[in-house]
T-cell receptor, first 113, second 111 residues
Framework: NAGVTQTPKFQVLKTGQSMTLQCAQD?????MYWYRQDPGMGLRLIYY???????DKGEVPNGYNVSRLNKREFSLRLESAAPSQTSVYFC????????????FGEGSRLTVL | GDSVTQMEGPVTLSEEAFLTINCTYT??????LFWYVQYPGEGLQLLLK?????DKGSNKGFEATYRKETTSFHLEKGSVQVSDSAVYFC??????????FGTGTSLTVIP
């Protein structure tokens, strides 16, 4: 069972470059999320999609864009990467927005030089 | 706003020792409370949860009780194993389903 799959797992960028993190879930979940994890700060929500066709900003959306391509896929784009975006990024899904448990991918480690 | 505070790590214990990781929360409503575990190189996995006051969540020998009077959800295990080495996150979800995570506590269990 794949669950939530993220690609790539590792990426190194130079300042100003762009990239897209891909996320797909095979659990037929309606809601999907992007978090970033930084030392000493726990997980912070970047964007979420409560259902297909909708996206909303979370706590730290600046510098990011998202696309809910279909029910399965939710991508995160960095248009012009900055060193402050060096982090580990996690995608998560949830059956619906009010059912509690989040299911996480394995994470994508991004370094911006 | 809502928030979660958990004890700082890292925590190092010998195998079979008793584990407590403290977690307290601030919330205006009646949140659900969670413990997630992150093993090295993996994403977060739900360990246990409690949805109302006095509920006890339990899984794999771990337990936590939702204490409204002390706004706490401390994680305990009576006898830890090397395989329990991981980072543990306390979290809450508010009635609007916004999740708030603690900063994580790293646990290392040595044989």
């Amino acid at each position: 069972n794949a669950g939530v799959t993220q690609t790539p797992k590792f990426q190194v960028l130079k300042t100003g470059q762009s990239m897209t993190l891909q996320c797909a879930q095979d659990m037929n979940h309606n809601s999907m999320y992007w978090y970033r994890q930084d030392p000493g700060m726990g997980l912070r929500l970047i964007y979420y999609s409560a259902s297909e066709g909708t996206t909303d900003k979370g706590e730290v959306p600046n510098g990011y864009n998202v696309s809910r391509l279909n029910k399965r896929e939710f991508s995160l784009r960095l248009e012009s990467a900055a060193p402050s975006q060096t982090s580990v990024y996690f995608c998560a899904s949830q059956r619906t927005r009010d059912t509690g448990e989040l299911f996480f991918g394995e994470g994508s480690r991004l370094t911006v030089l | 706003g809502d928030s979660v505070t958990q004890m700082e790590g890292p925590v190092t214990l010998s195998e079979e020792a008793f584990l407590t990781i403290n977690c307290t929360y601030t919330a205006t409503g009646y949140p659900s409370l969670f413990w997630y575990v992150q093993y090295p190189g993996e994403g977060l996995q739900l360990l246990l949860k409690a949805t109302k006051a006095d509920d006890k969540g339990s899984n794999k020998g771990f337990e936590a009780t939702y204490r409204k009077e002390t706004t706490s959800f401390h994680l305990e295990k009576g006898s830890v194993q090397v395989s329990d080495s991981a980072v543990y996150f306390c979290a809450l979800s508010d009635p609007g389903n916004q999740f708030y995570f603690g900063t994580g506590t790293s646990l290392t269990v040595i044989p």
